[in-house]
């Protein structure tokens, strides 16, 4: 196909998949005859992967992501679905990559058509296609309309509310170290490490943590099980030796008013020695730093025992220049943390599943992110974790880079 050129769609449902060089963030848009959303539930993407007639699907970073139109499913008054794409990495543009739509039968795969925007250069984020009805027939066209404002300035145009700039926020390199990295050591065999079972990590069986010292104090795994409570350190160090295997921190969460149903993300911020941003590892990003760090998977409601996500982070292969790590919670749908009862998160020593260290979040505020621990590298080589219970207005992590460089 060709900007603007269209073909009528004999499929009822069809799929949209947008592949490139790079990960591409893909989205689709529920569109009125007026142009815009109905509201934000008409927003379809990697965290809020489902709407009336419309879904996402992640590719994982293995294949391209892609939006499944449902055109018999869709509502009668929208008029046209808009799949759109942008770089994953923050501020990327498409100058030097070609992304490619491929337009497919969503039951059978078969290839409907293929397009590819020709001469980008520094849009951030582009209307790739759109699927529209016209004289009660269903079409696909191919658009190409390229946005210098990002995945926002998409979203903004066609009525999306839009809390923040998606685009990470610049590194202040004259800030301060919040620790000196760890020394470069000579290489050495590291063990692989024990699968992590799918699903839910099963909540640790009842006994008495160690409780923290009071105040700010550190202490560190001799005496077992530790709860801190806000602002508290512990070292994880146990019998004199830094704990360097591979830990899970799994985050939790109850709906506050009689079983609702809430969907939170919890996501990992890496940061180096400048307070840098490097990766976030979350929903839509579930392996970063080579591996080092790994995320579960999506929950939807909060419902069941045990953990709802769950972050497995390998102390020992983290490279060098990731001195901080950010644990953060966030409802994109804009329920508040007040609405949320029984958050916690809890580090588990994933060879053995003993439960390490424990966060309760004892208070709410009425914001939509909330900042439940962190975890710094010292010059030693061993890591500490402090609990923080920091709450923020965010719905994305993006939104929660900045906050959680100043917290470090």
């Not at 409780?211 to 202490?219: D, E, F, N, Q, Y």
């Amino acid at each position: 196909m060709t900007p603007g050129s269209n073909l009528p769609l004999e499929a009822v449902r069809v799929t949209v998949e947008v592949a490139a060089p790079v990960r591409l963030d893909v989205s689709g848009l529920l569109l009125a005859a007026d142009g815009k959303v109905r509201s934000d539930a008409d927003f379809v993407f990697y965290n809020q992967p489902s709407g009336p007639g419309v879904s996402h699907r992640s590719g994982g970073g293995a294949g391209p992501d892609s939006v499944t139109v449902d055109t018999g499913a869709l509502p009668p008054d929208v008029e046209r679905v808009v799949v759109t794409a942008s770089p994953d990495a923050a501020g990327q543009t498409f100058q030097g990559i070609e992304p490619t739509a491929t337009v497919r039968q969503a039951d059978t795969g078969a290839v409907i058509a293929t397009f590819t925007p020709p001469q980008l250069g520094t849009e951030t984020a582009l209307v790739v296609v759109e699927v529209y009805r016209r004289g009660g027939a269903w079409k696909v066209r191919a658009v190409g309309q390229g946005y210098a404002a990002g995945l926002a300035g998409i979203a903004t145009d066609f009525g999306v509310s839009v809390e923040e700039e998606p685009a990470a926020p610049a590194a202040r390199p004259a800030a301060p170290a919040p620790r000196p990295p760890a020394p470069v050591s000579p290489p050495v065999t590291v063990p692989p490490p024990a699968p992590v079972p799918a699903g839910p990590v099963p909540a640790a069986p009842p006994e008495a943590p160690a409780p923290a010292a009071a105040g700010t104090g550190k202490i560190n795994l001799d005496k077992g099980r530790v709860s801190l409570q806000k602002n508290q350190t512990v070292s994880l160090v146990k019998h004199g030796k830094p704990l360097l295997a591979q830990v899970r921190m799994g985050l939790g969460w109850e709906p506050a008013f009689r079983g609702r149903d809430i969907d939170l993300d919890a996501s990992v911020i890496a940061y180096g020695p400048q307070r840098n941003h490097i990766d976030s590892c979350y929903f839509g990003r579930l392996s970063i730093l080579g591996g080092a760090v790994k995320h579960s998977g999506d929950n939807l409601t909060g419902e069941g025992a045990g953990d709802d996500e769950v972050i497995t982070v390998d102390l020992g292969r983290l490279p060098a220049e990731a001195t901080g790590l950010v644990f953060t919670v966030n409802s994109f749908s804009g329920q508040k943390f007040t609405e949320v009862a029984k958050a916690y998160c809890r580090l588990i020593d994933a060879a053995t599943g003993e439960e390490l260290v424990r966060f309760d979040l004892t208070g709410a505020e009425p914001q939509t992110g909330v900042m439940m621990a962190k975890l710094i590298r010292q010059f030693s080589g061993e890591w500490e974790m402090t609990a923080m219970g920091d709450f923020v207005k965010s719905r994305t992590v993006r939104g929660m880079v900045k906050p959680g460089a100043d917290a470090l």
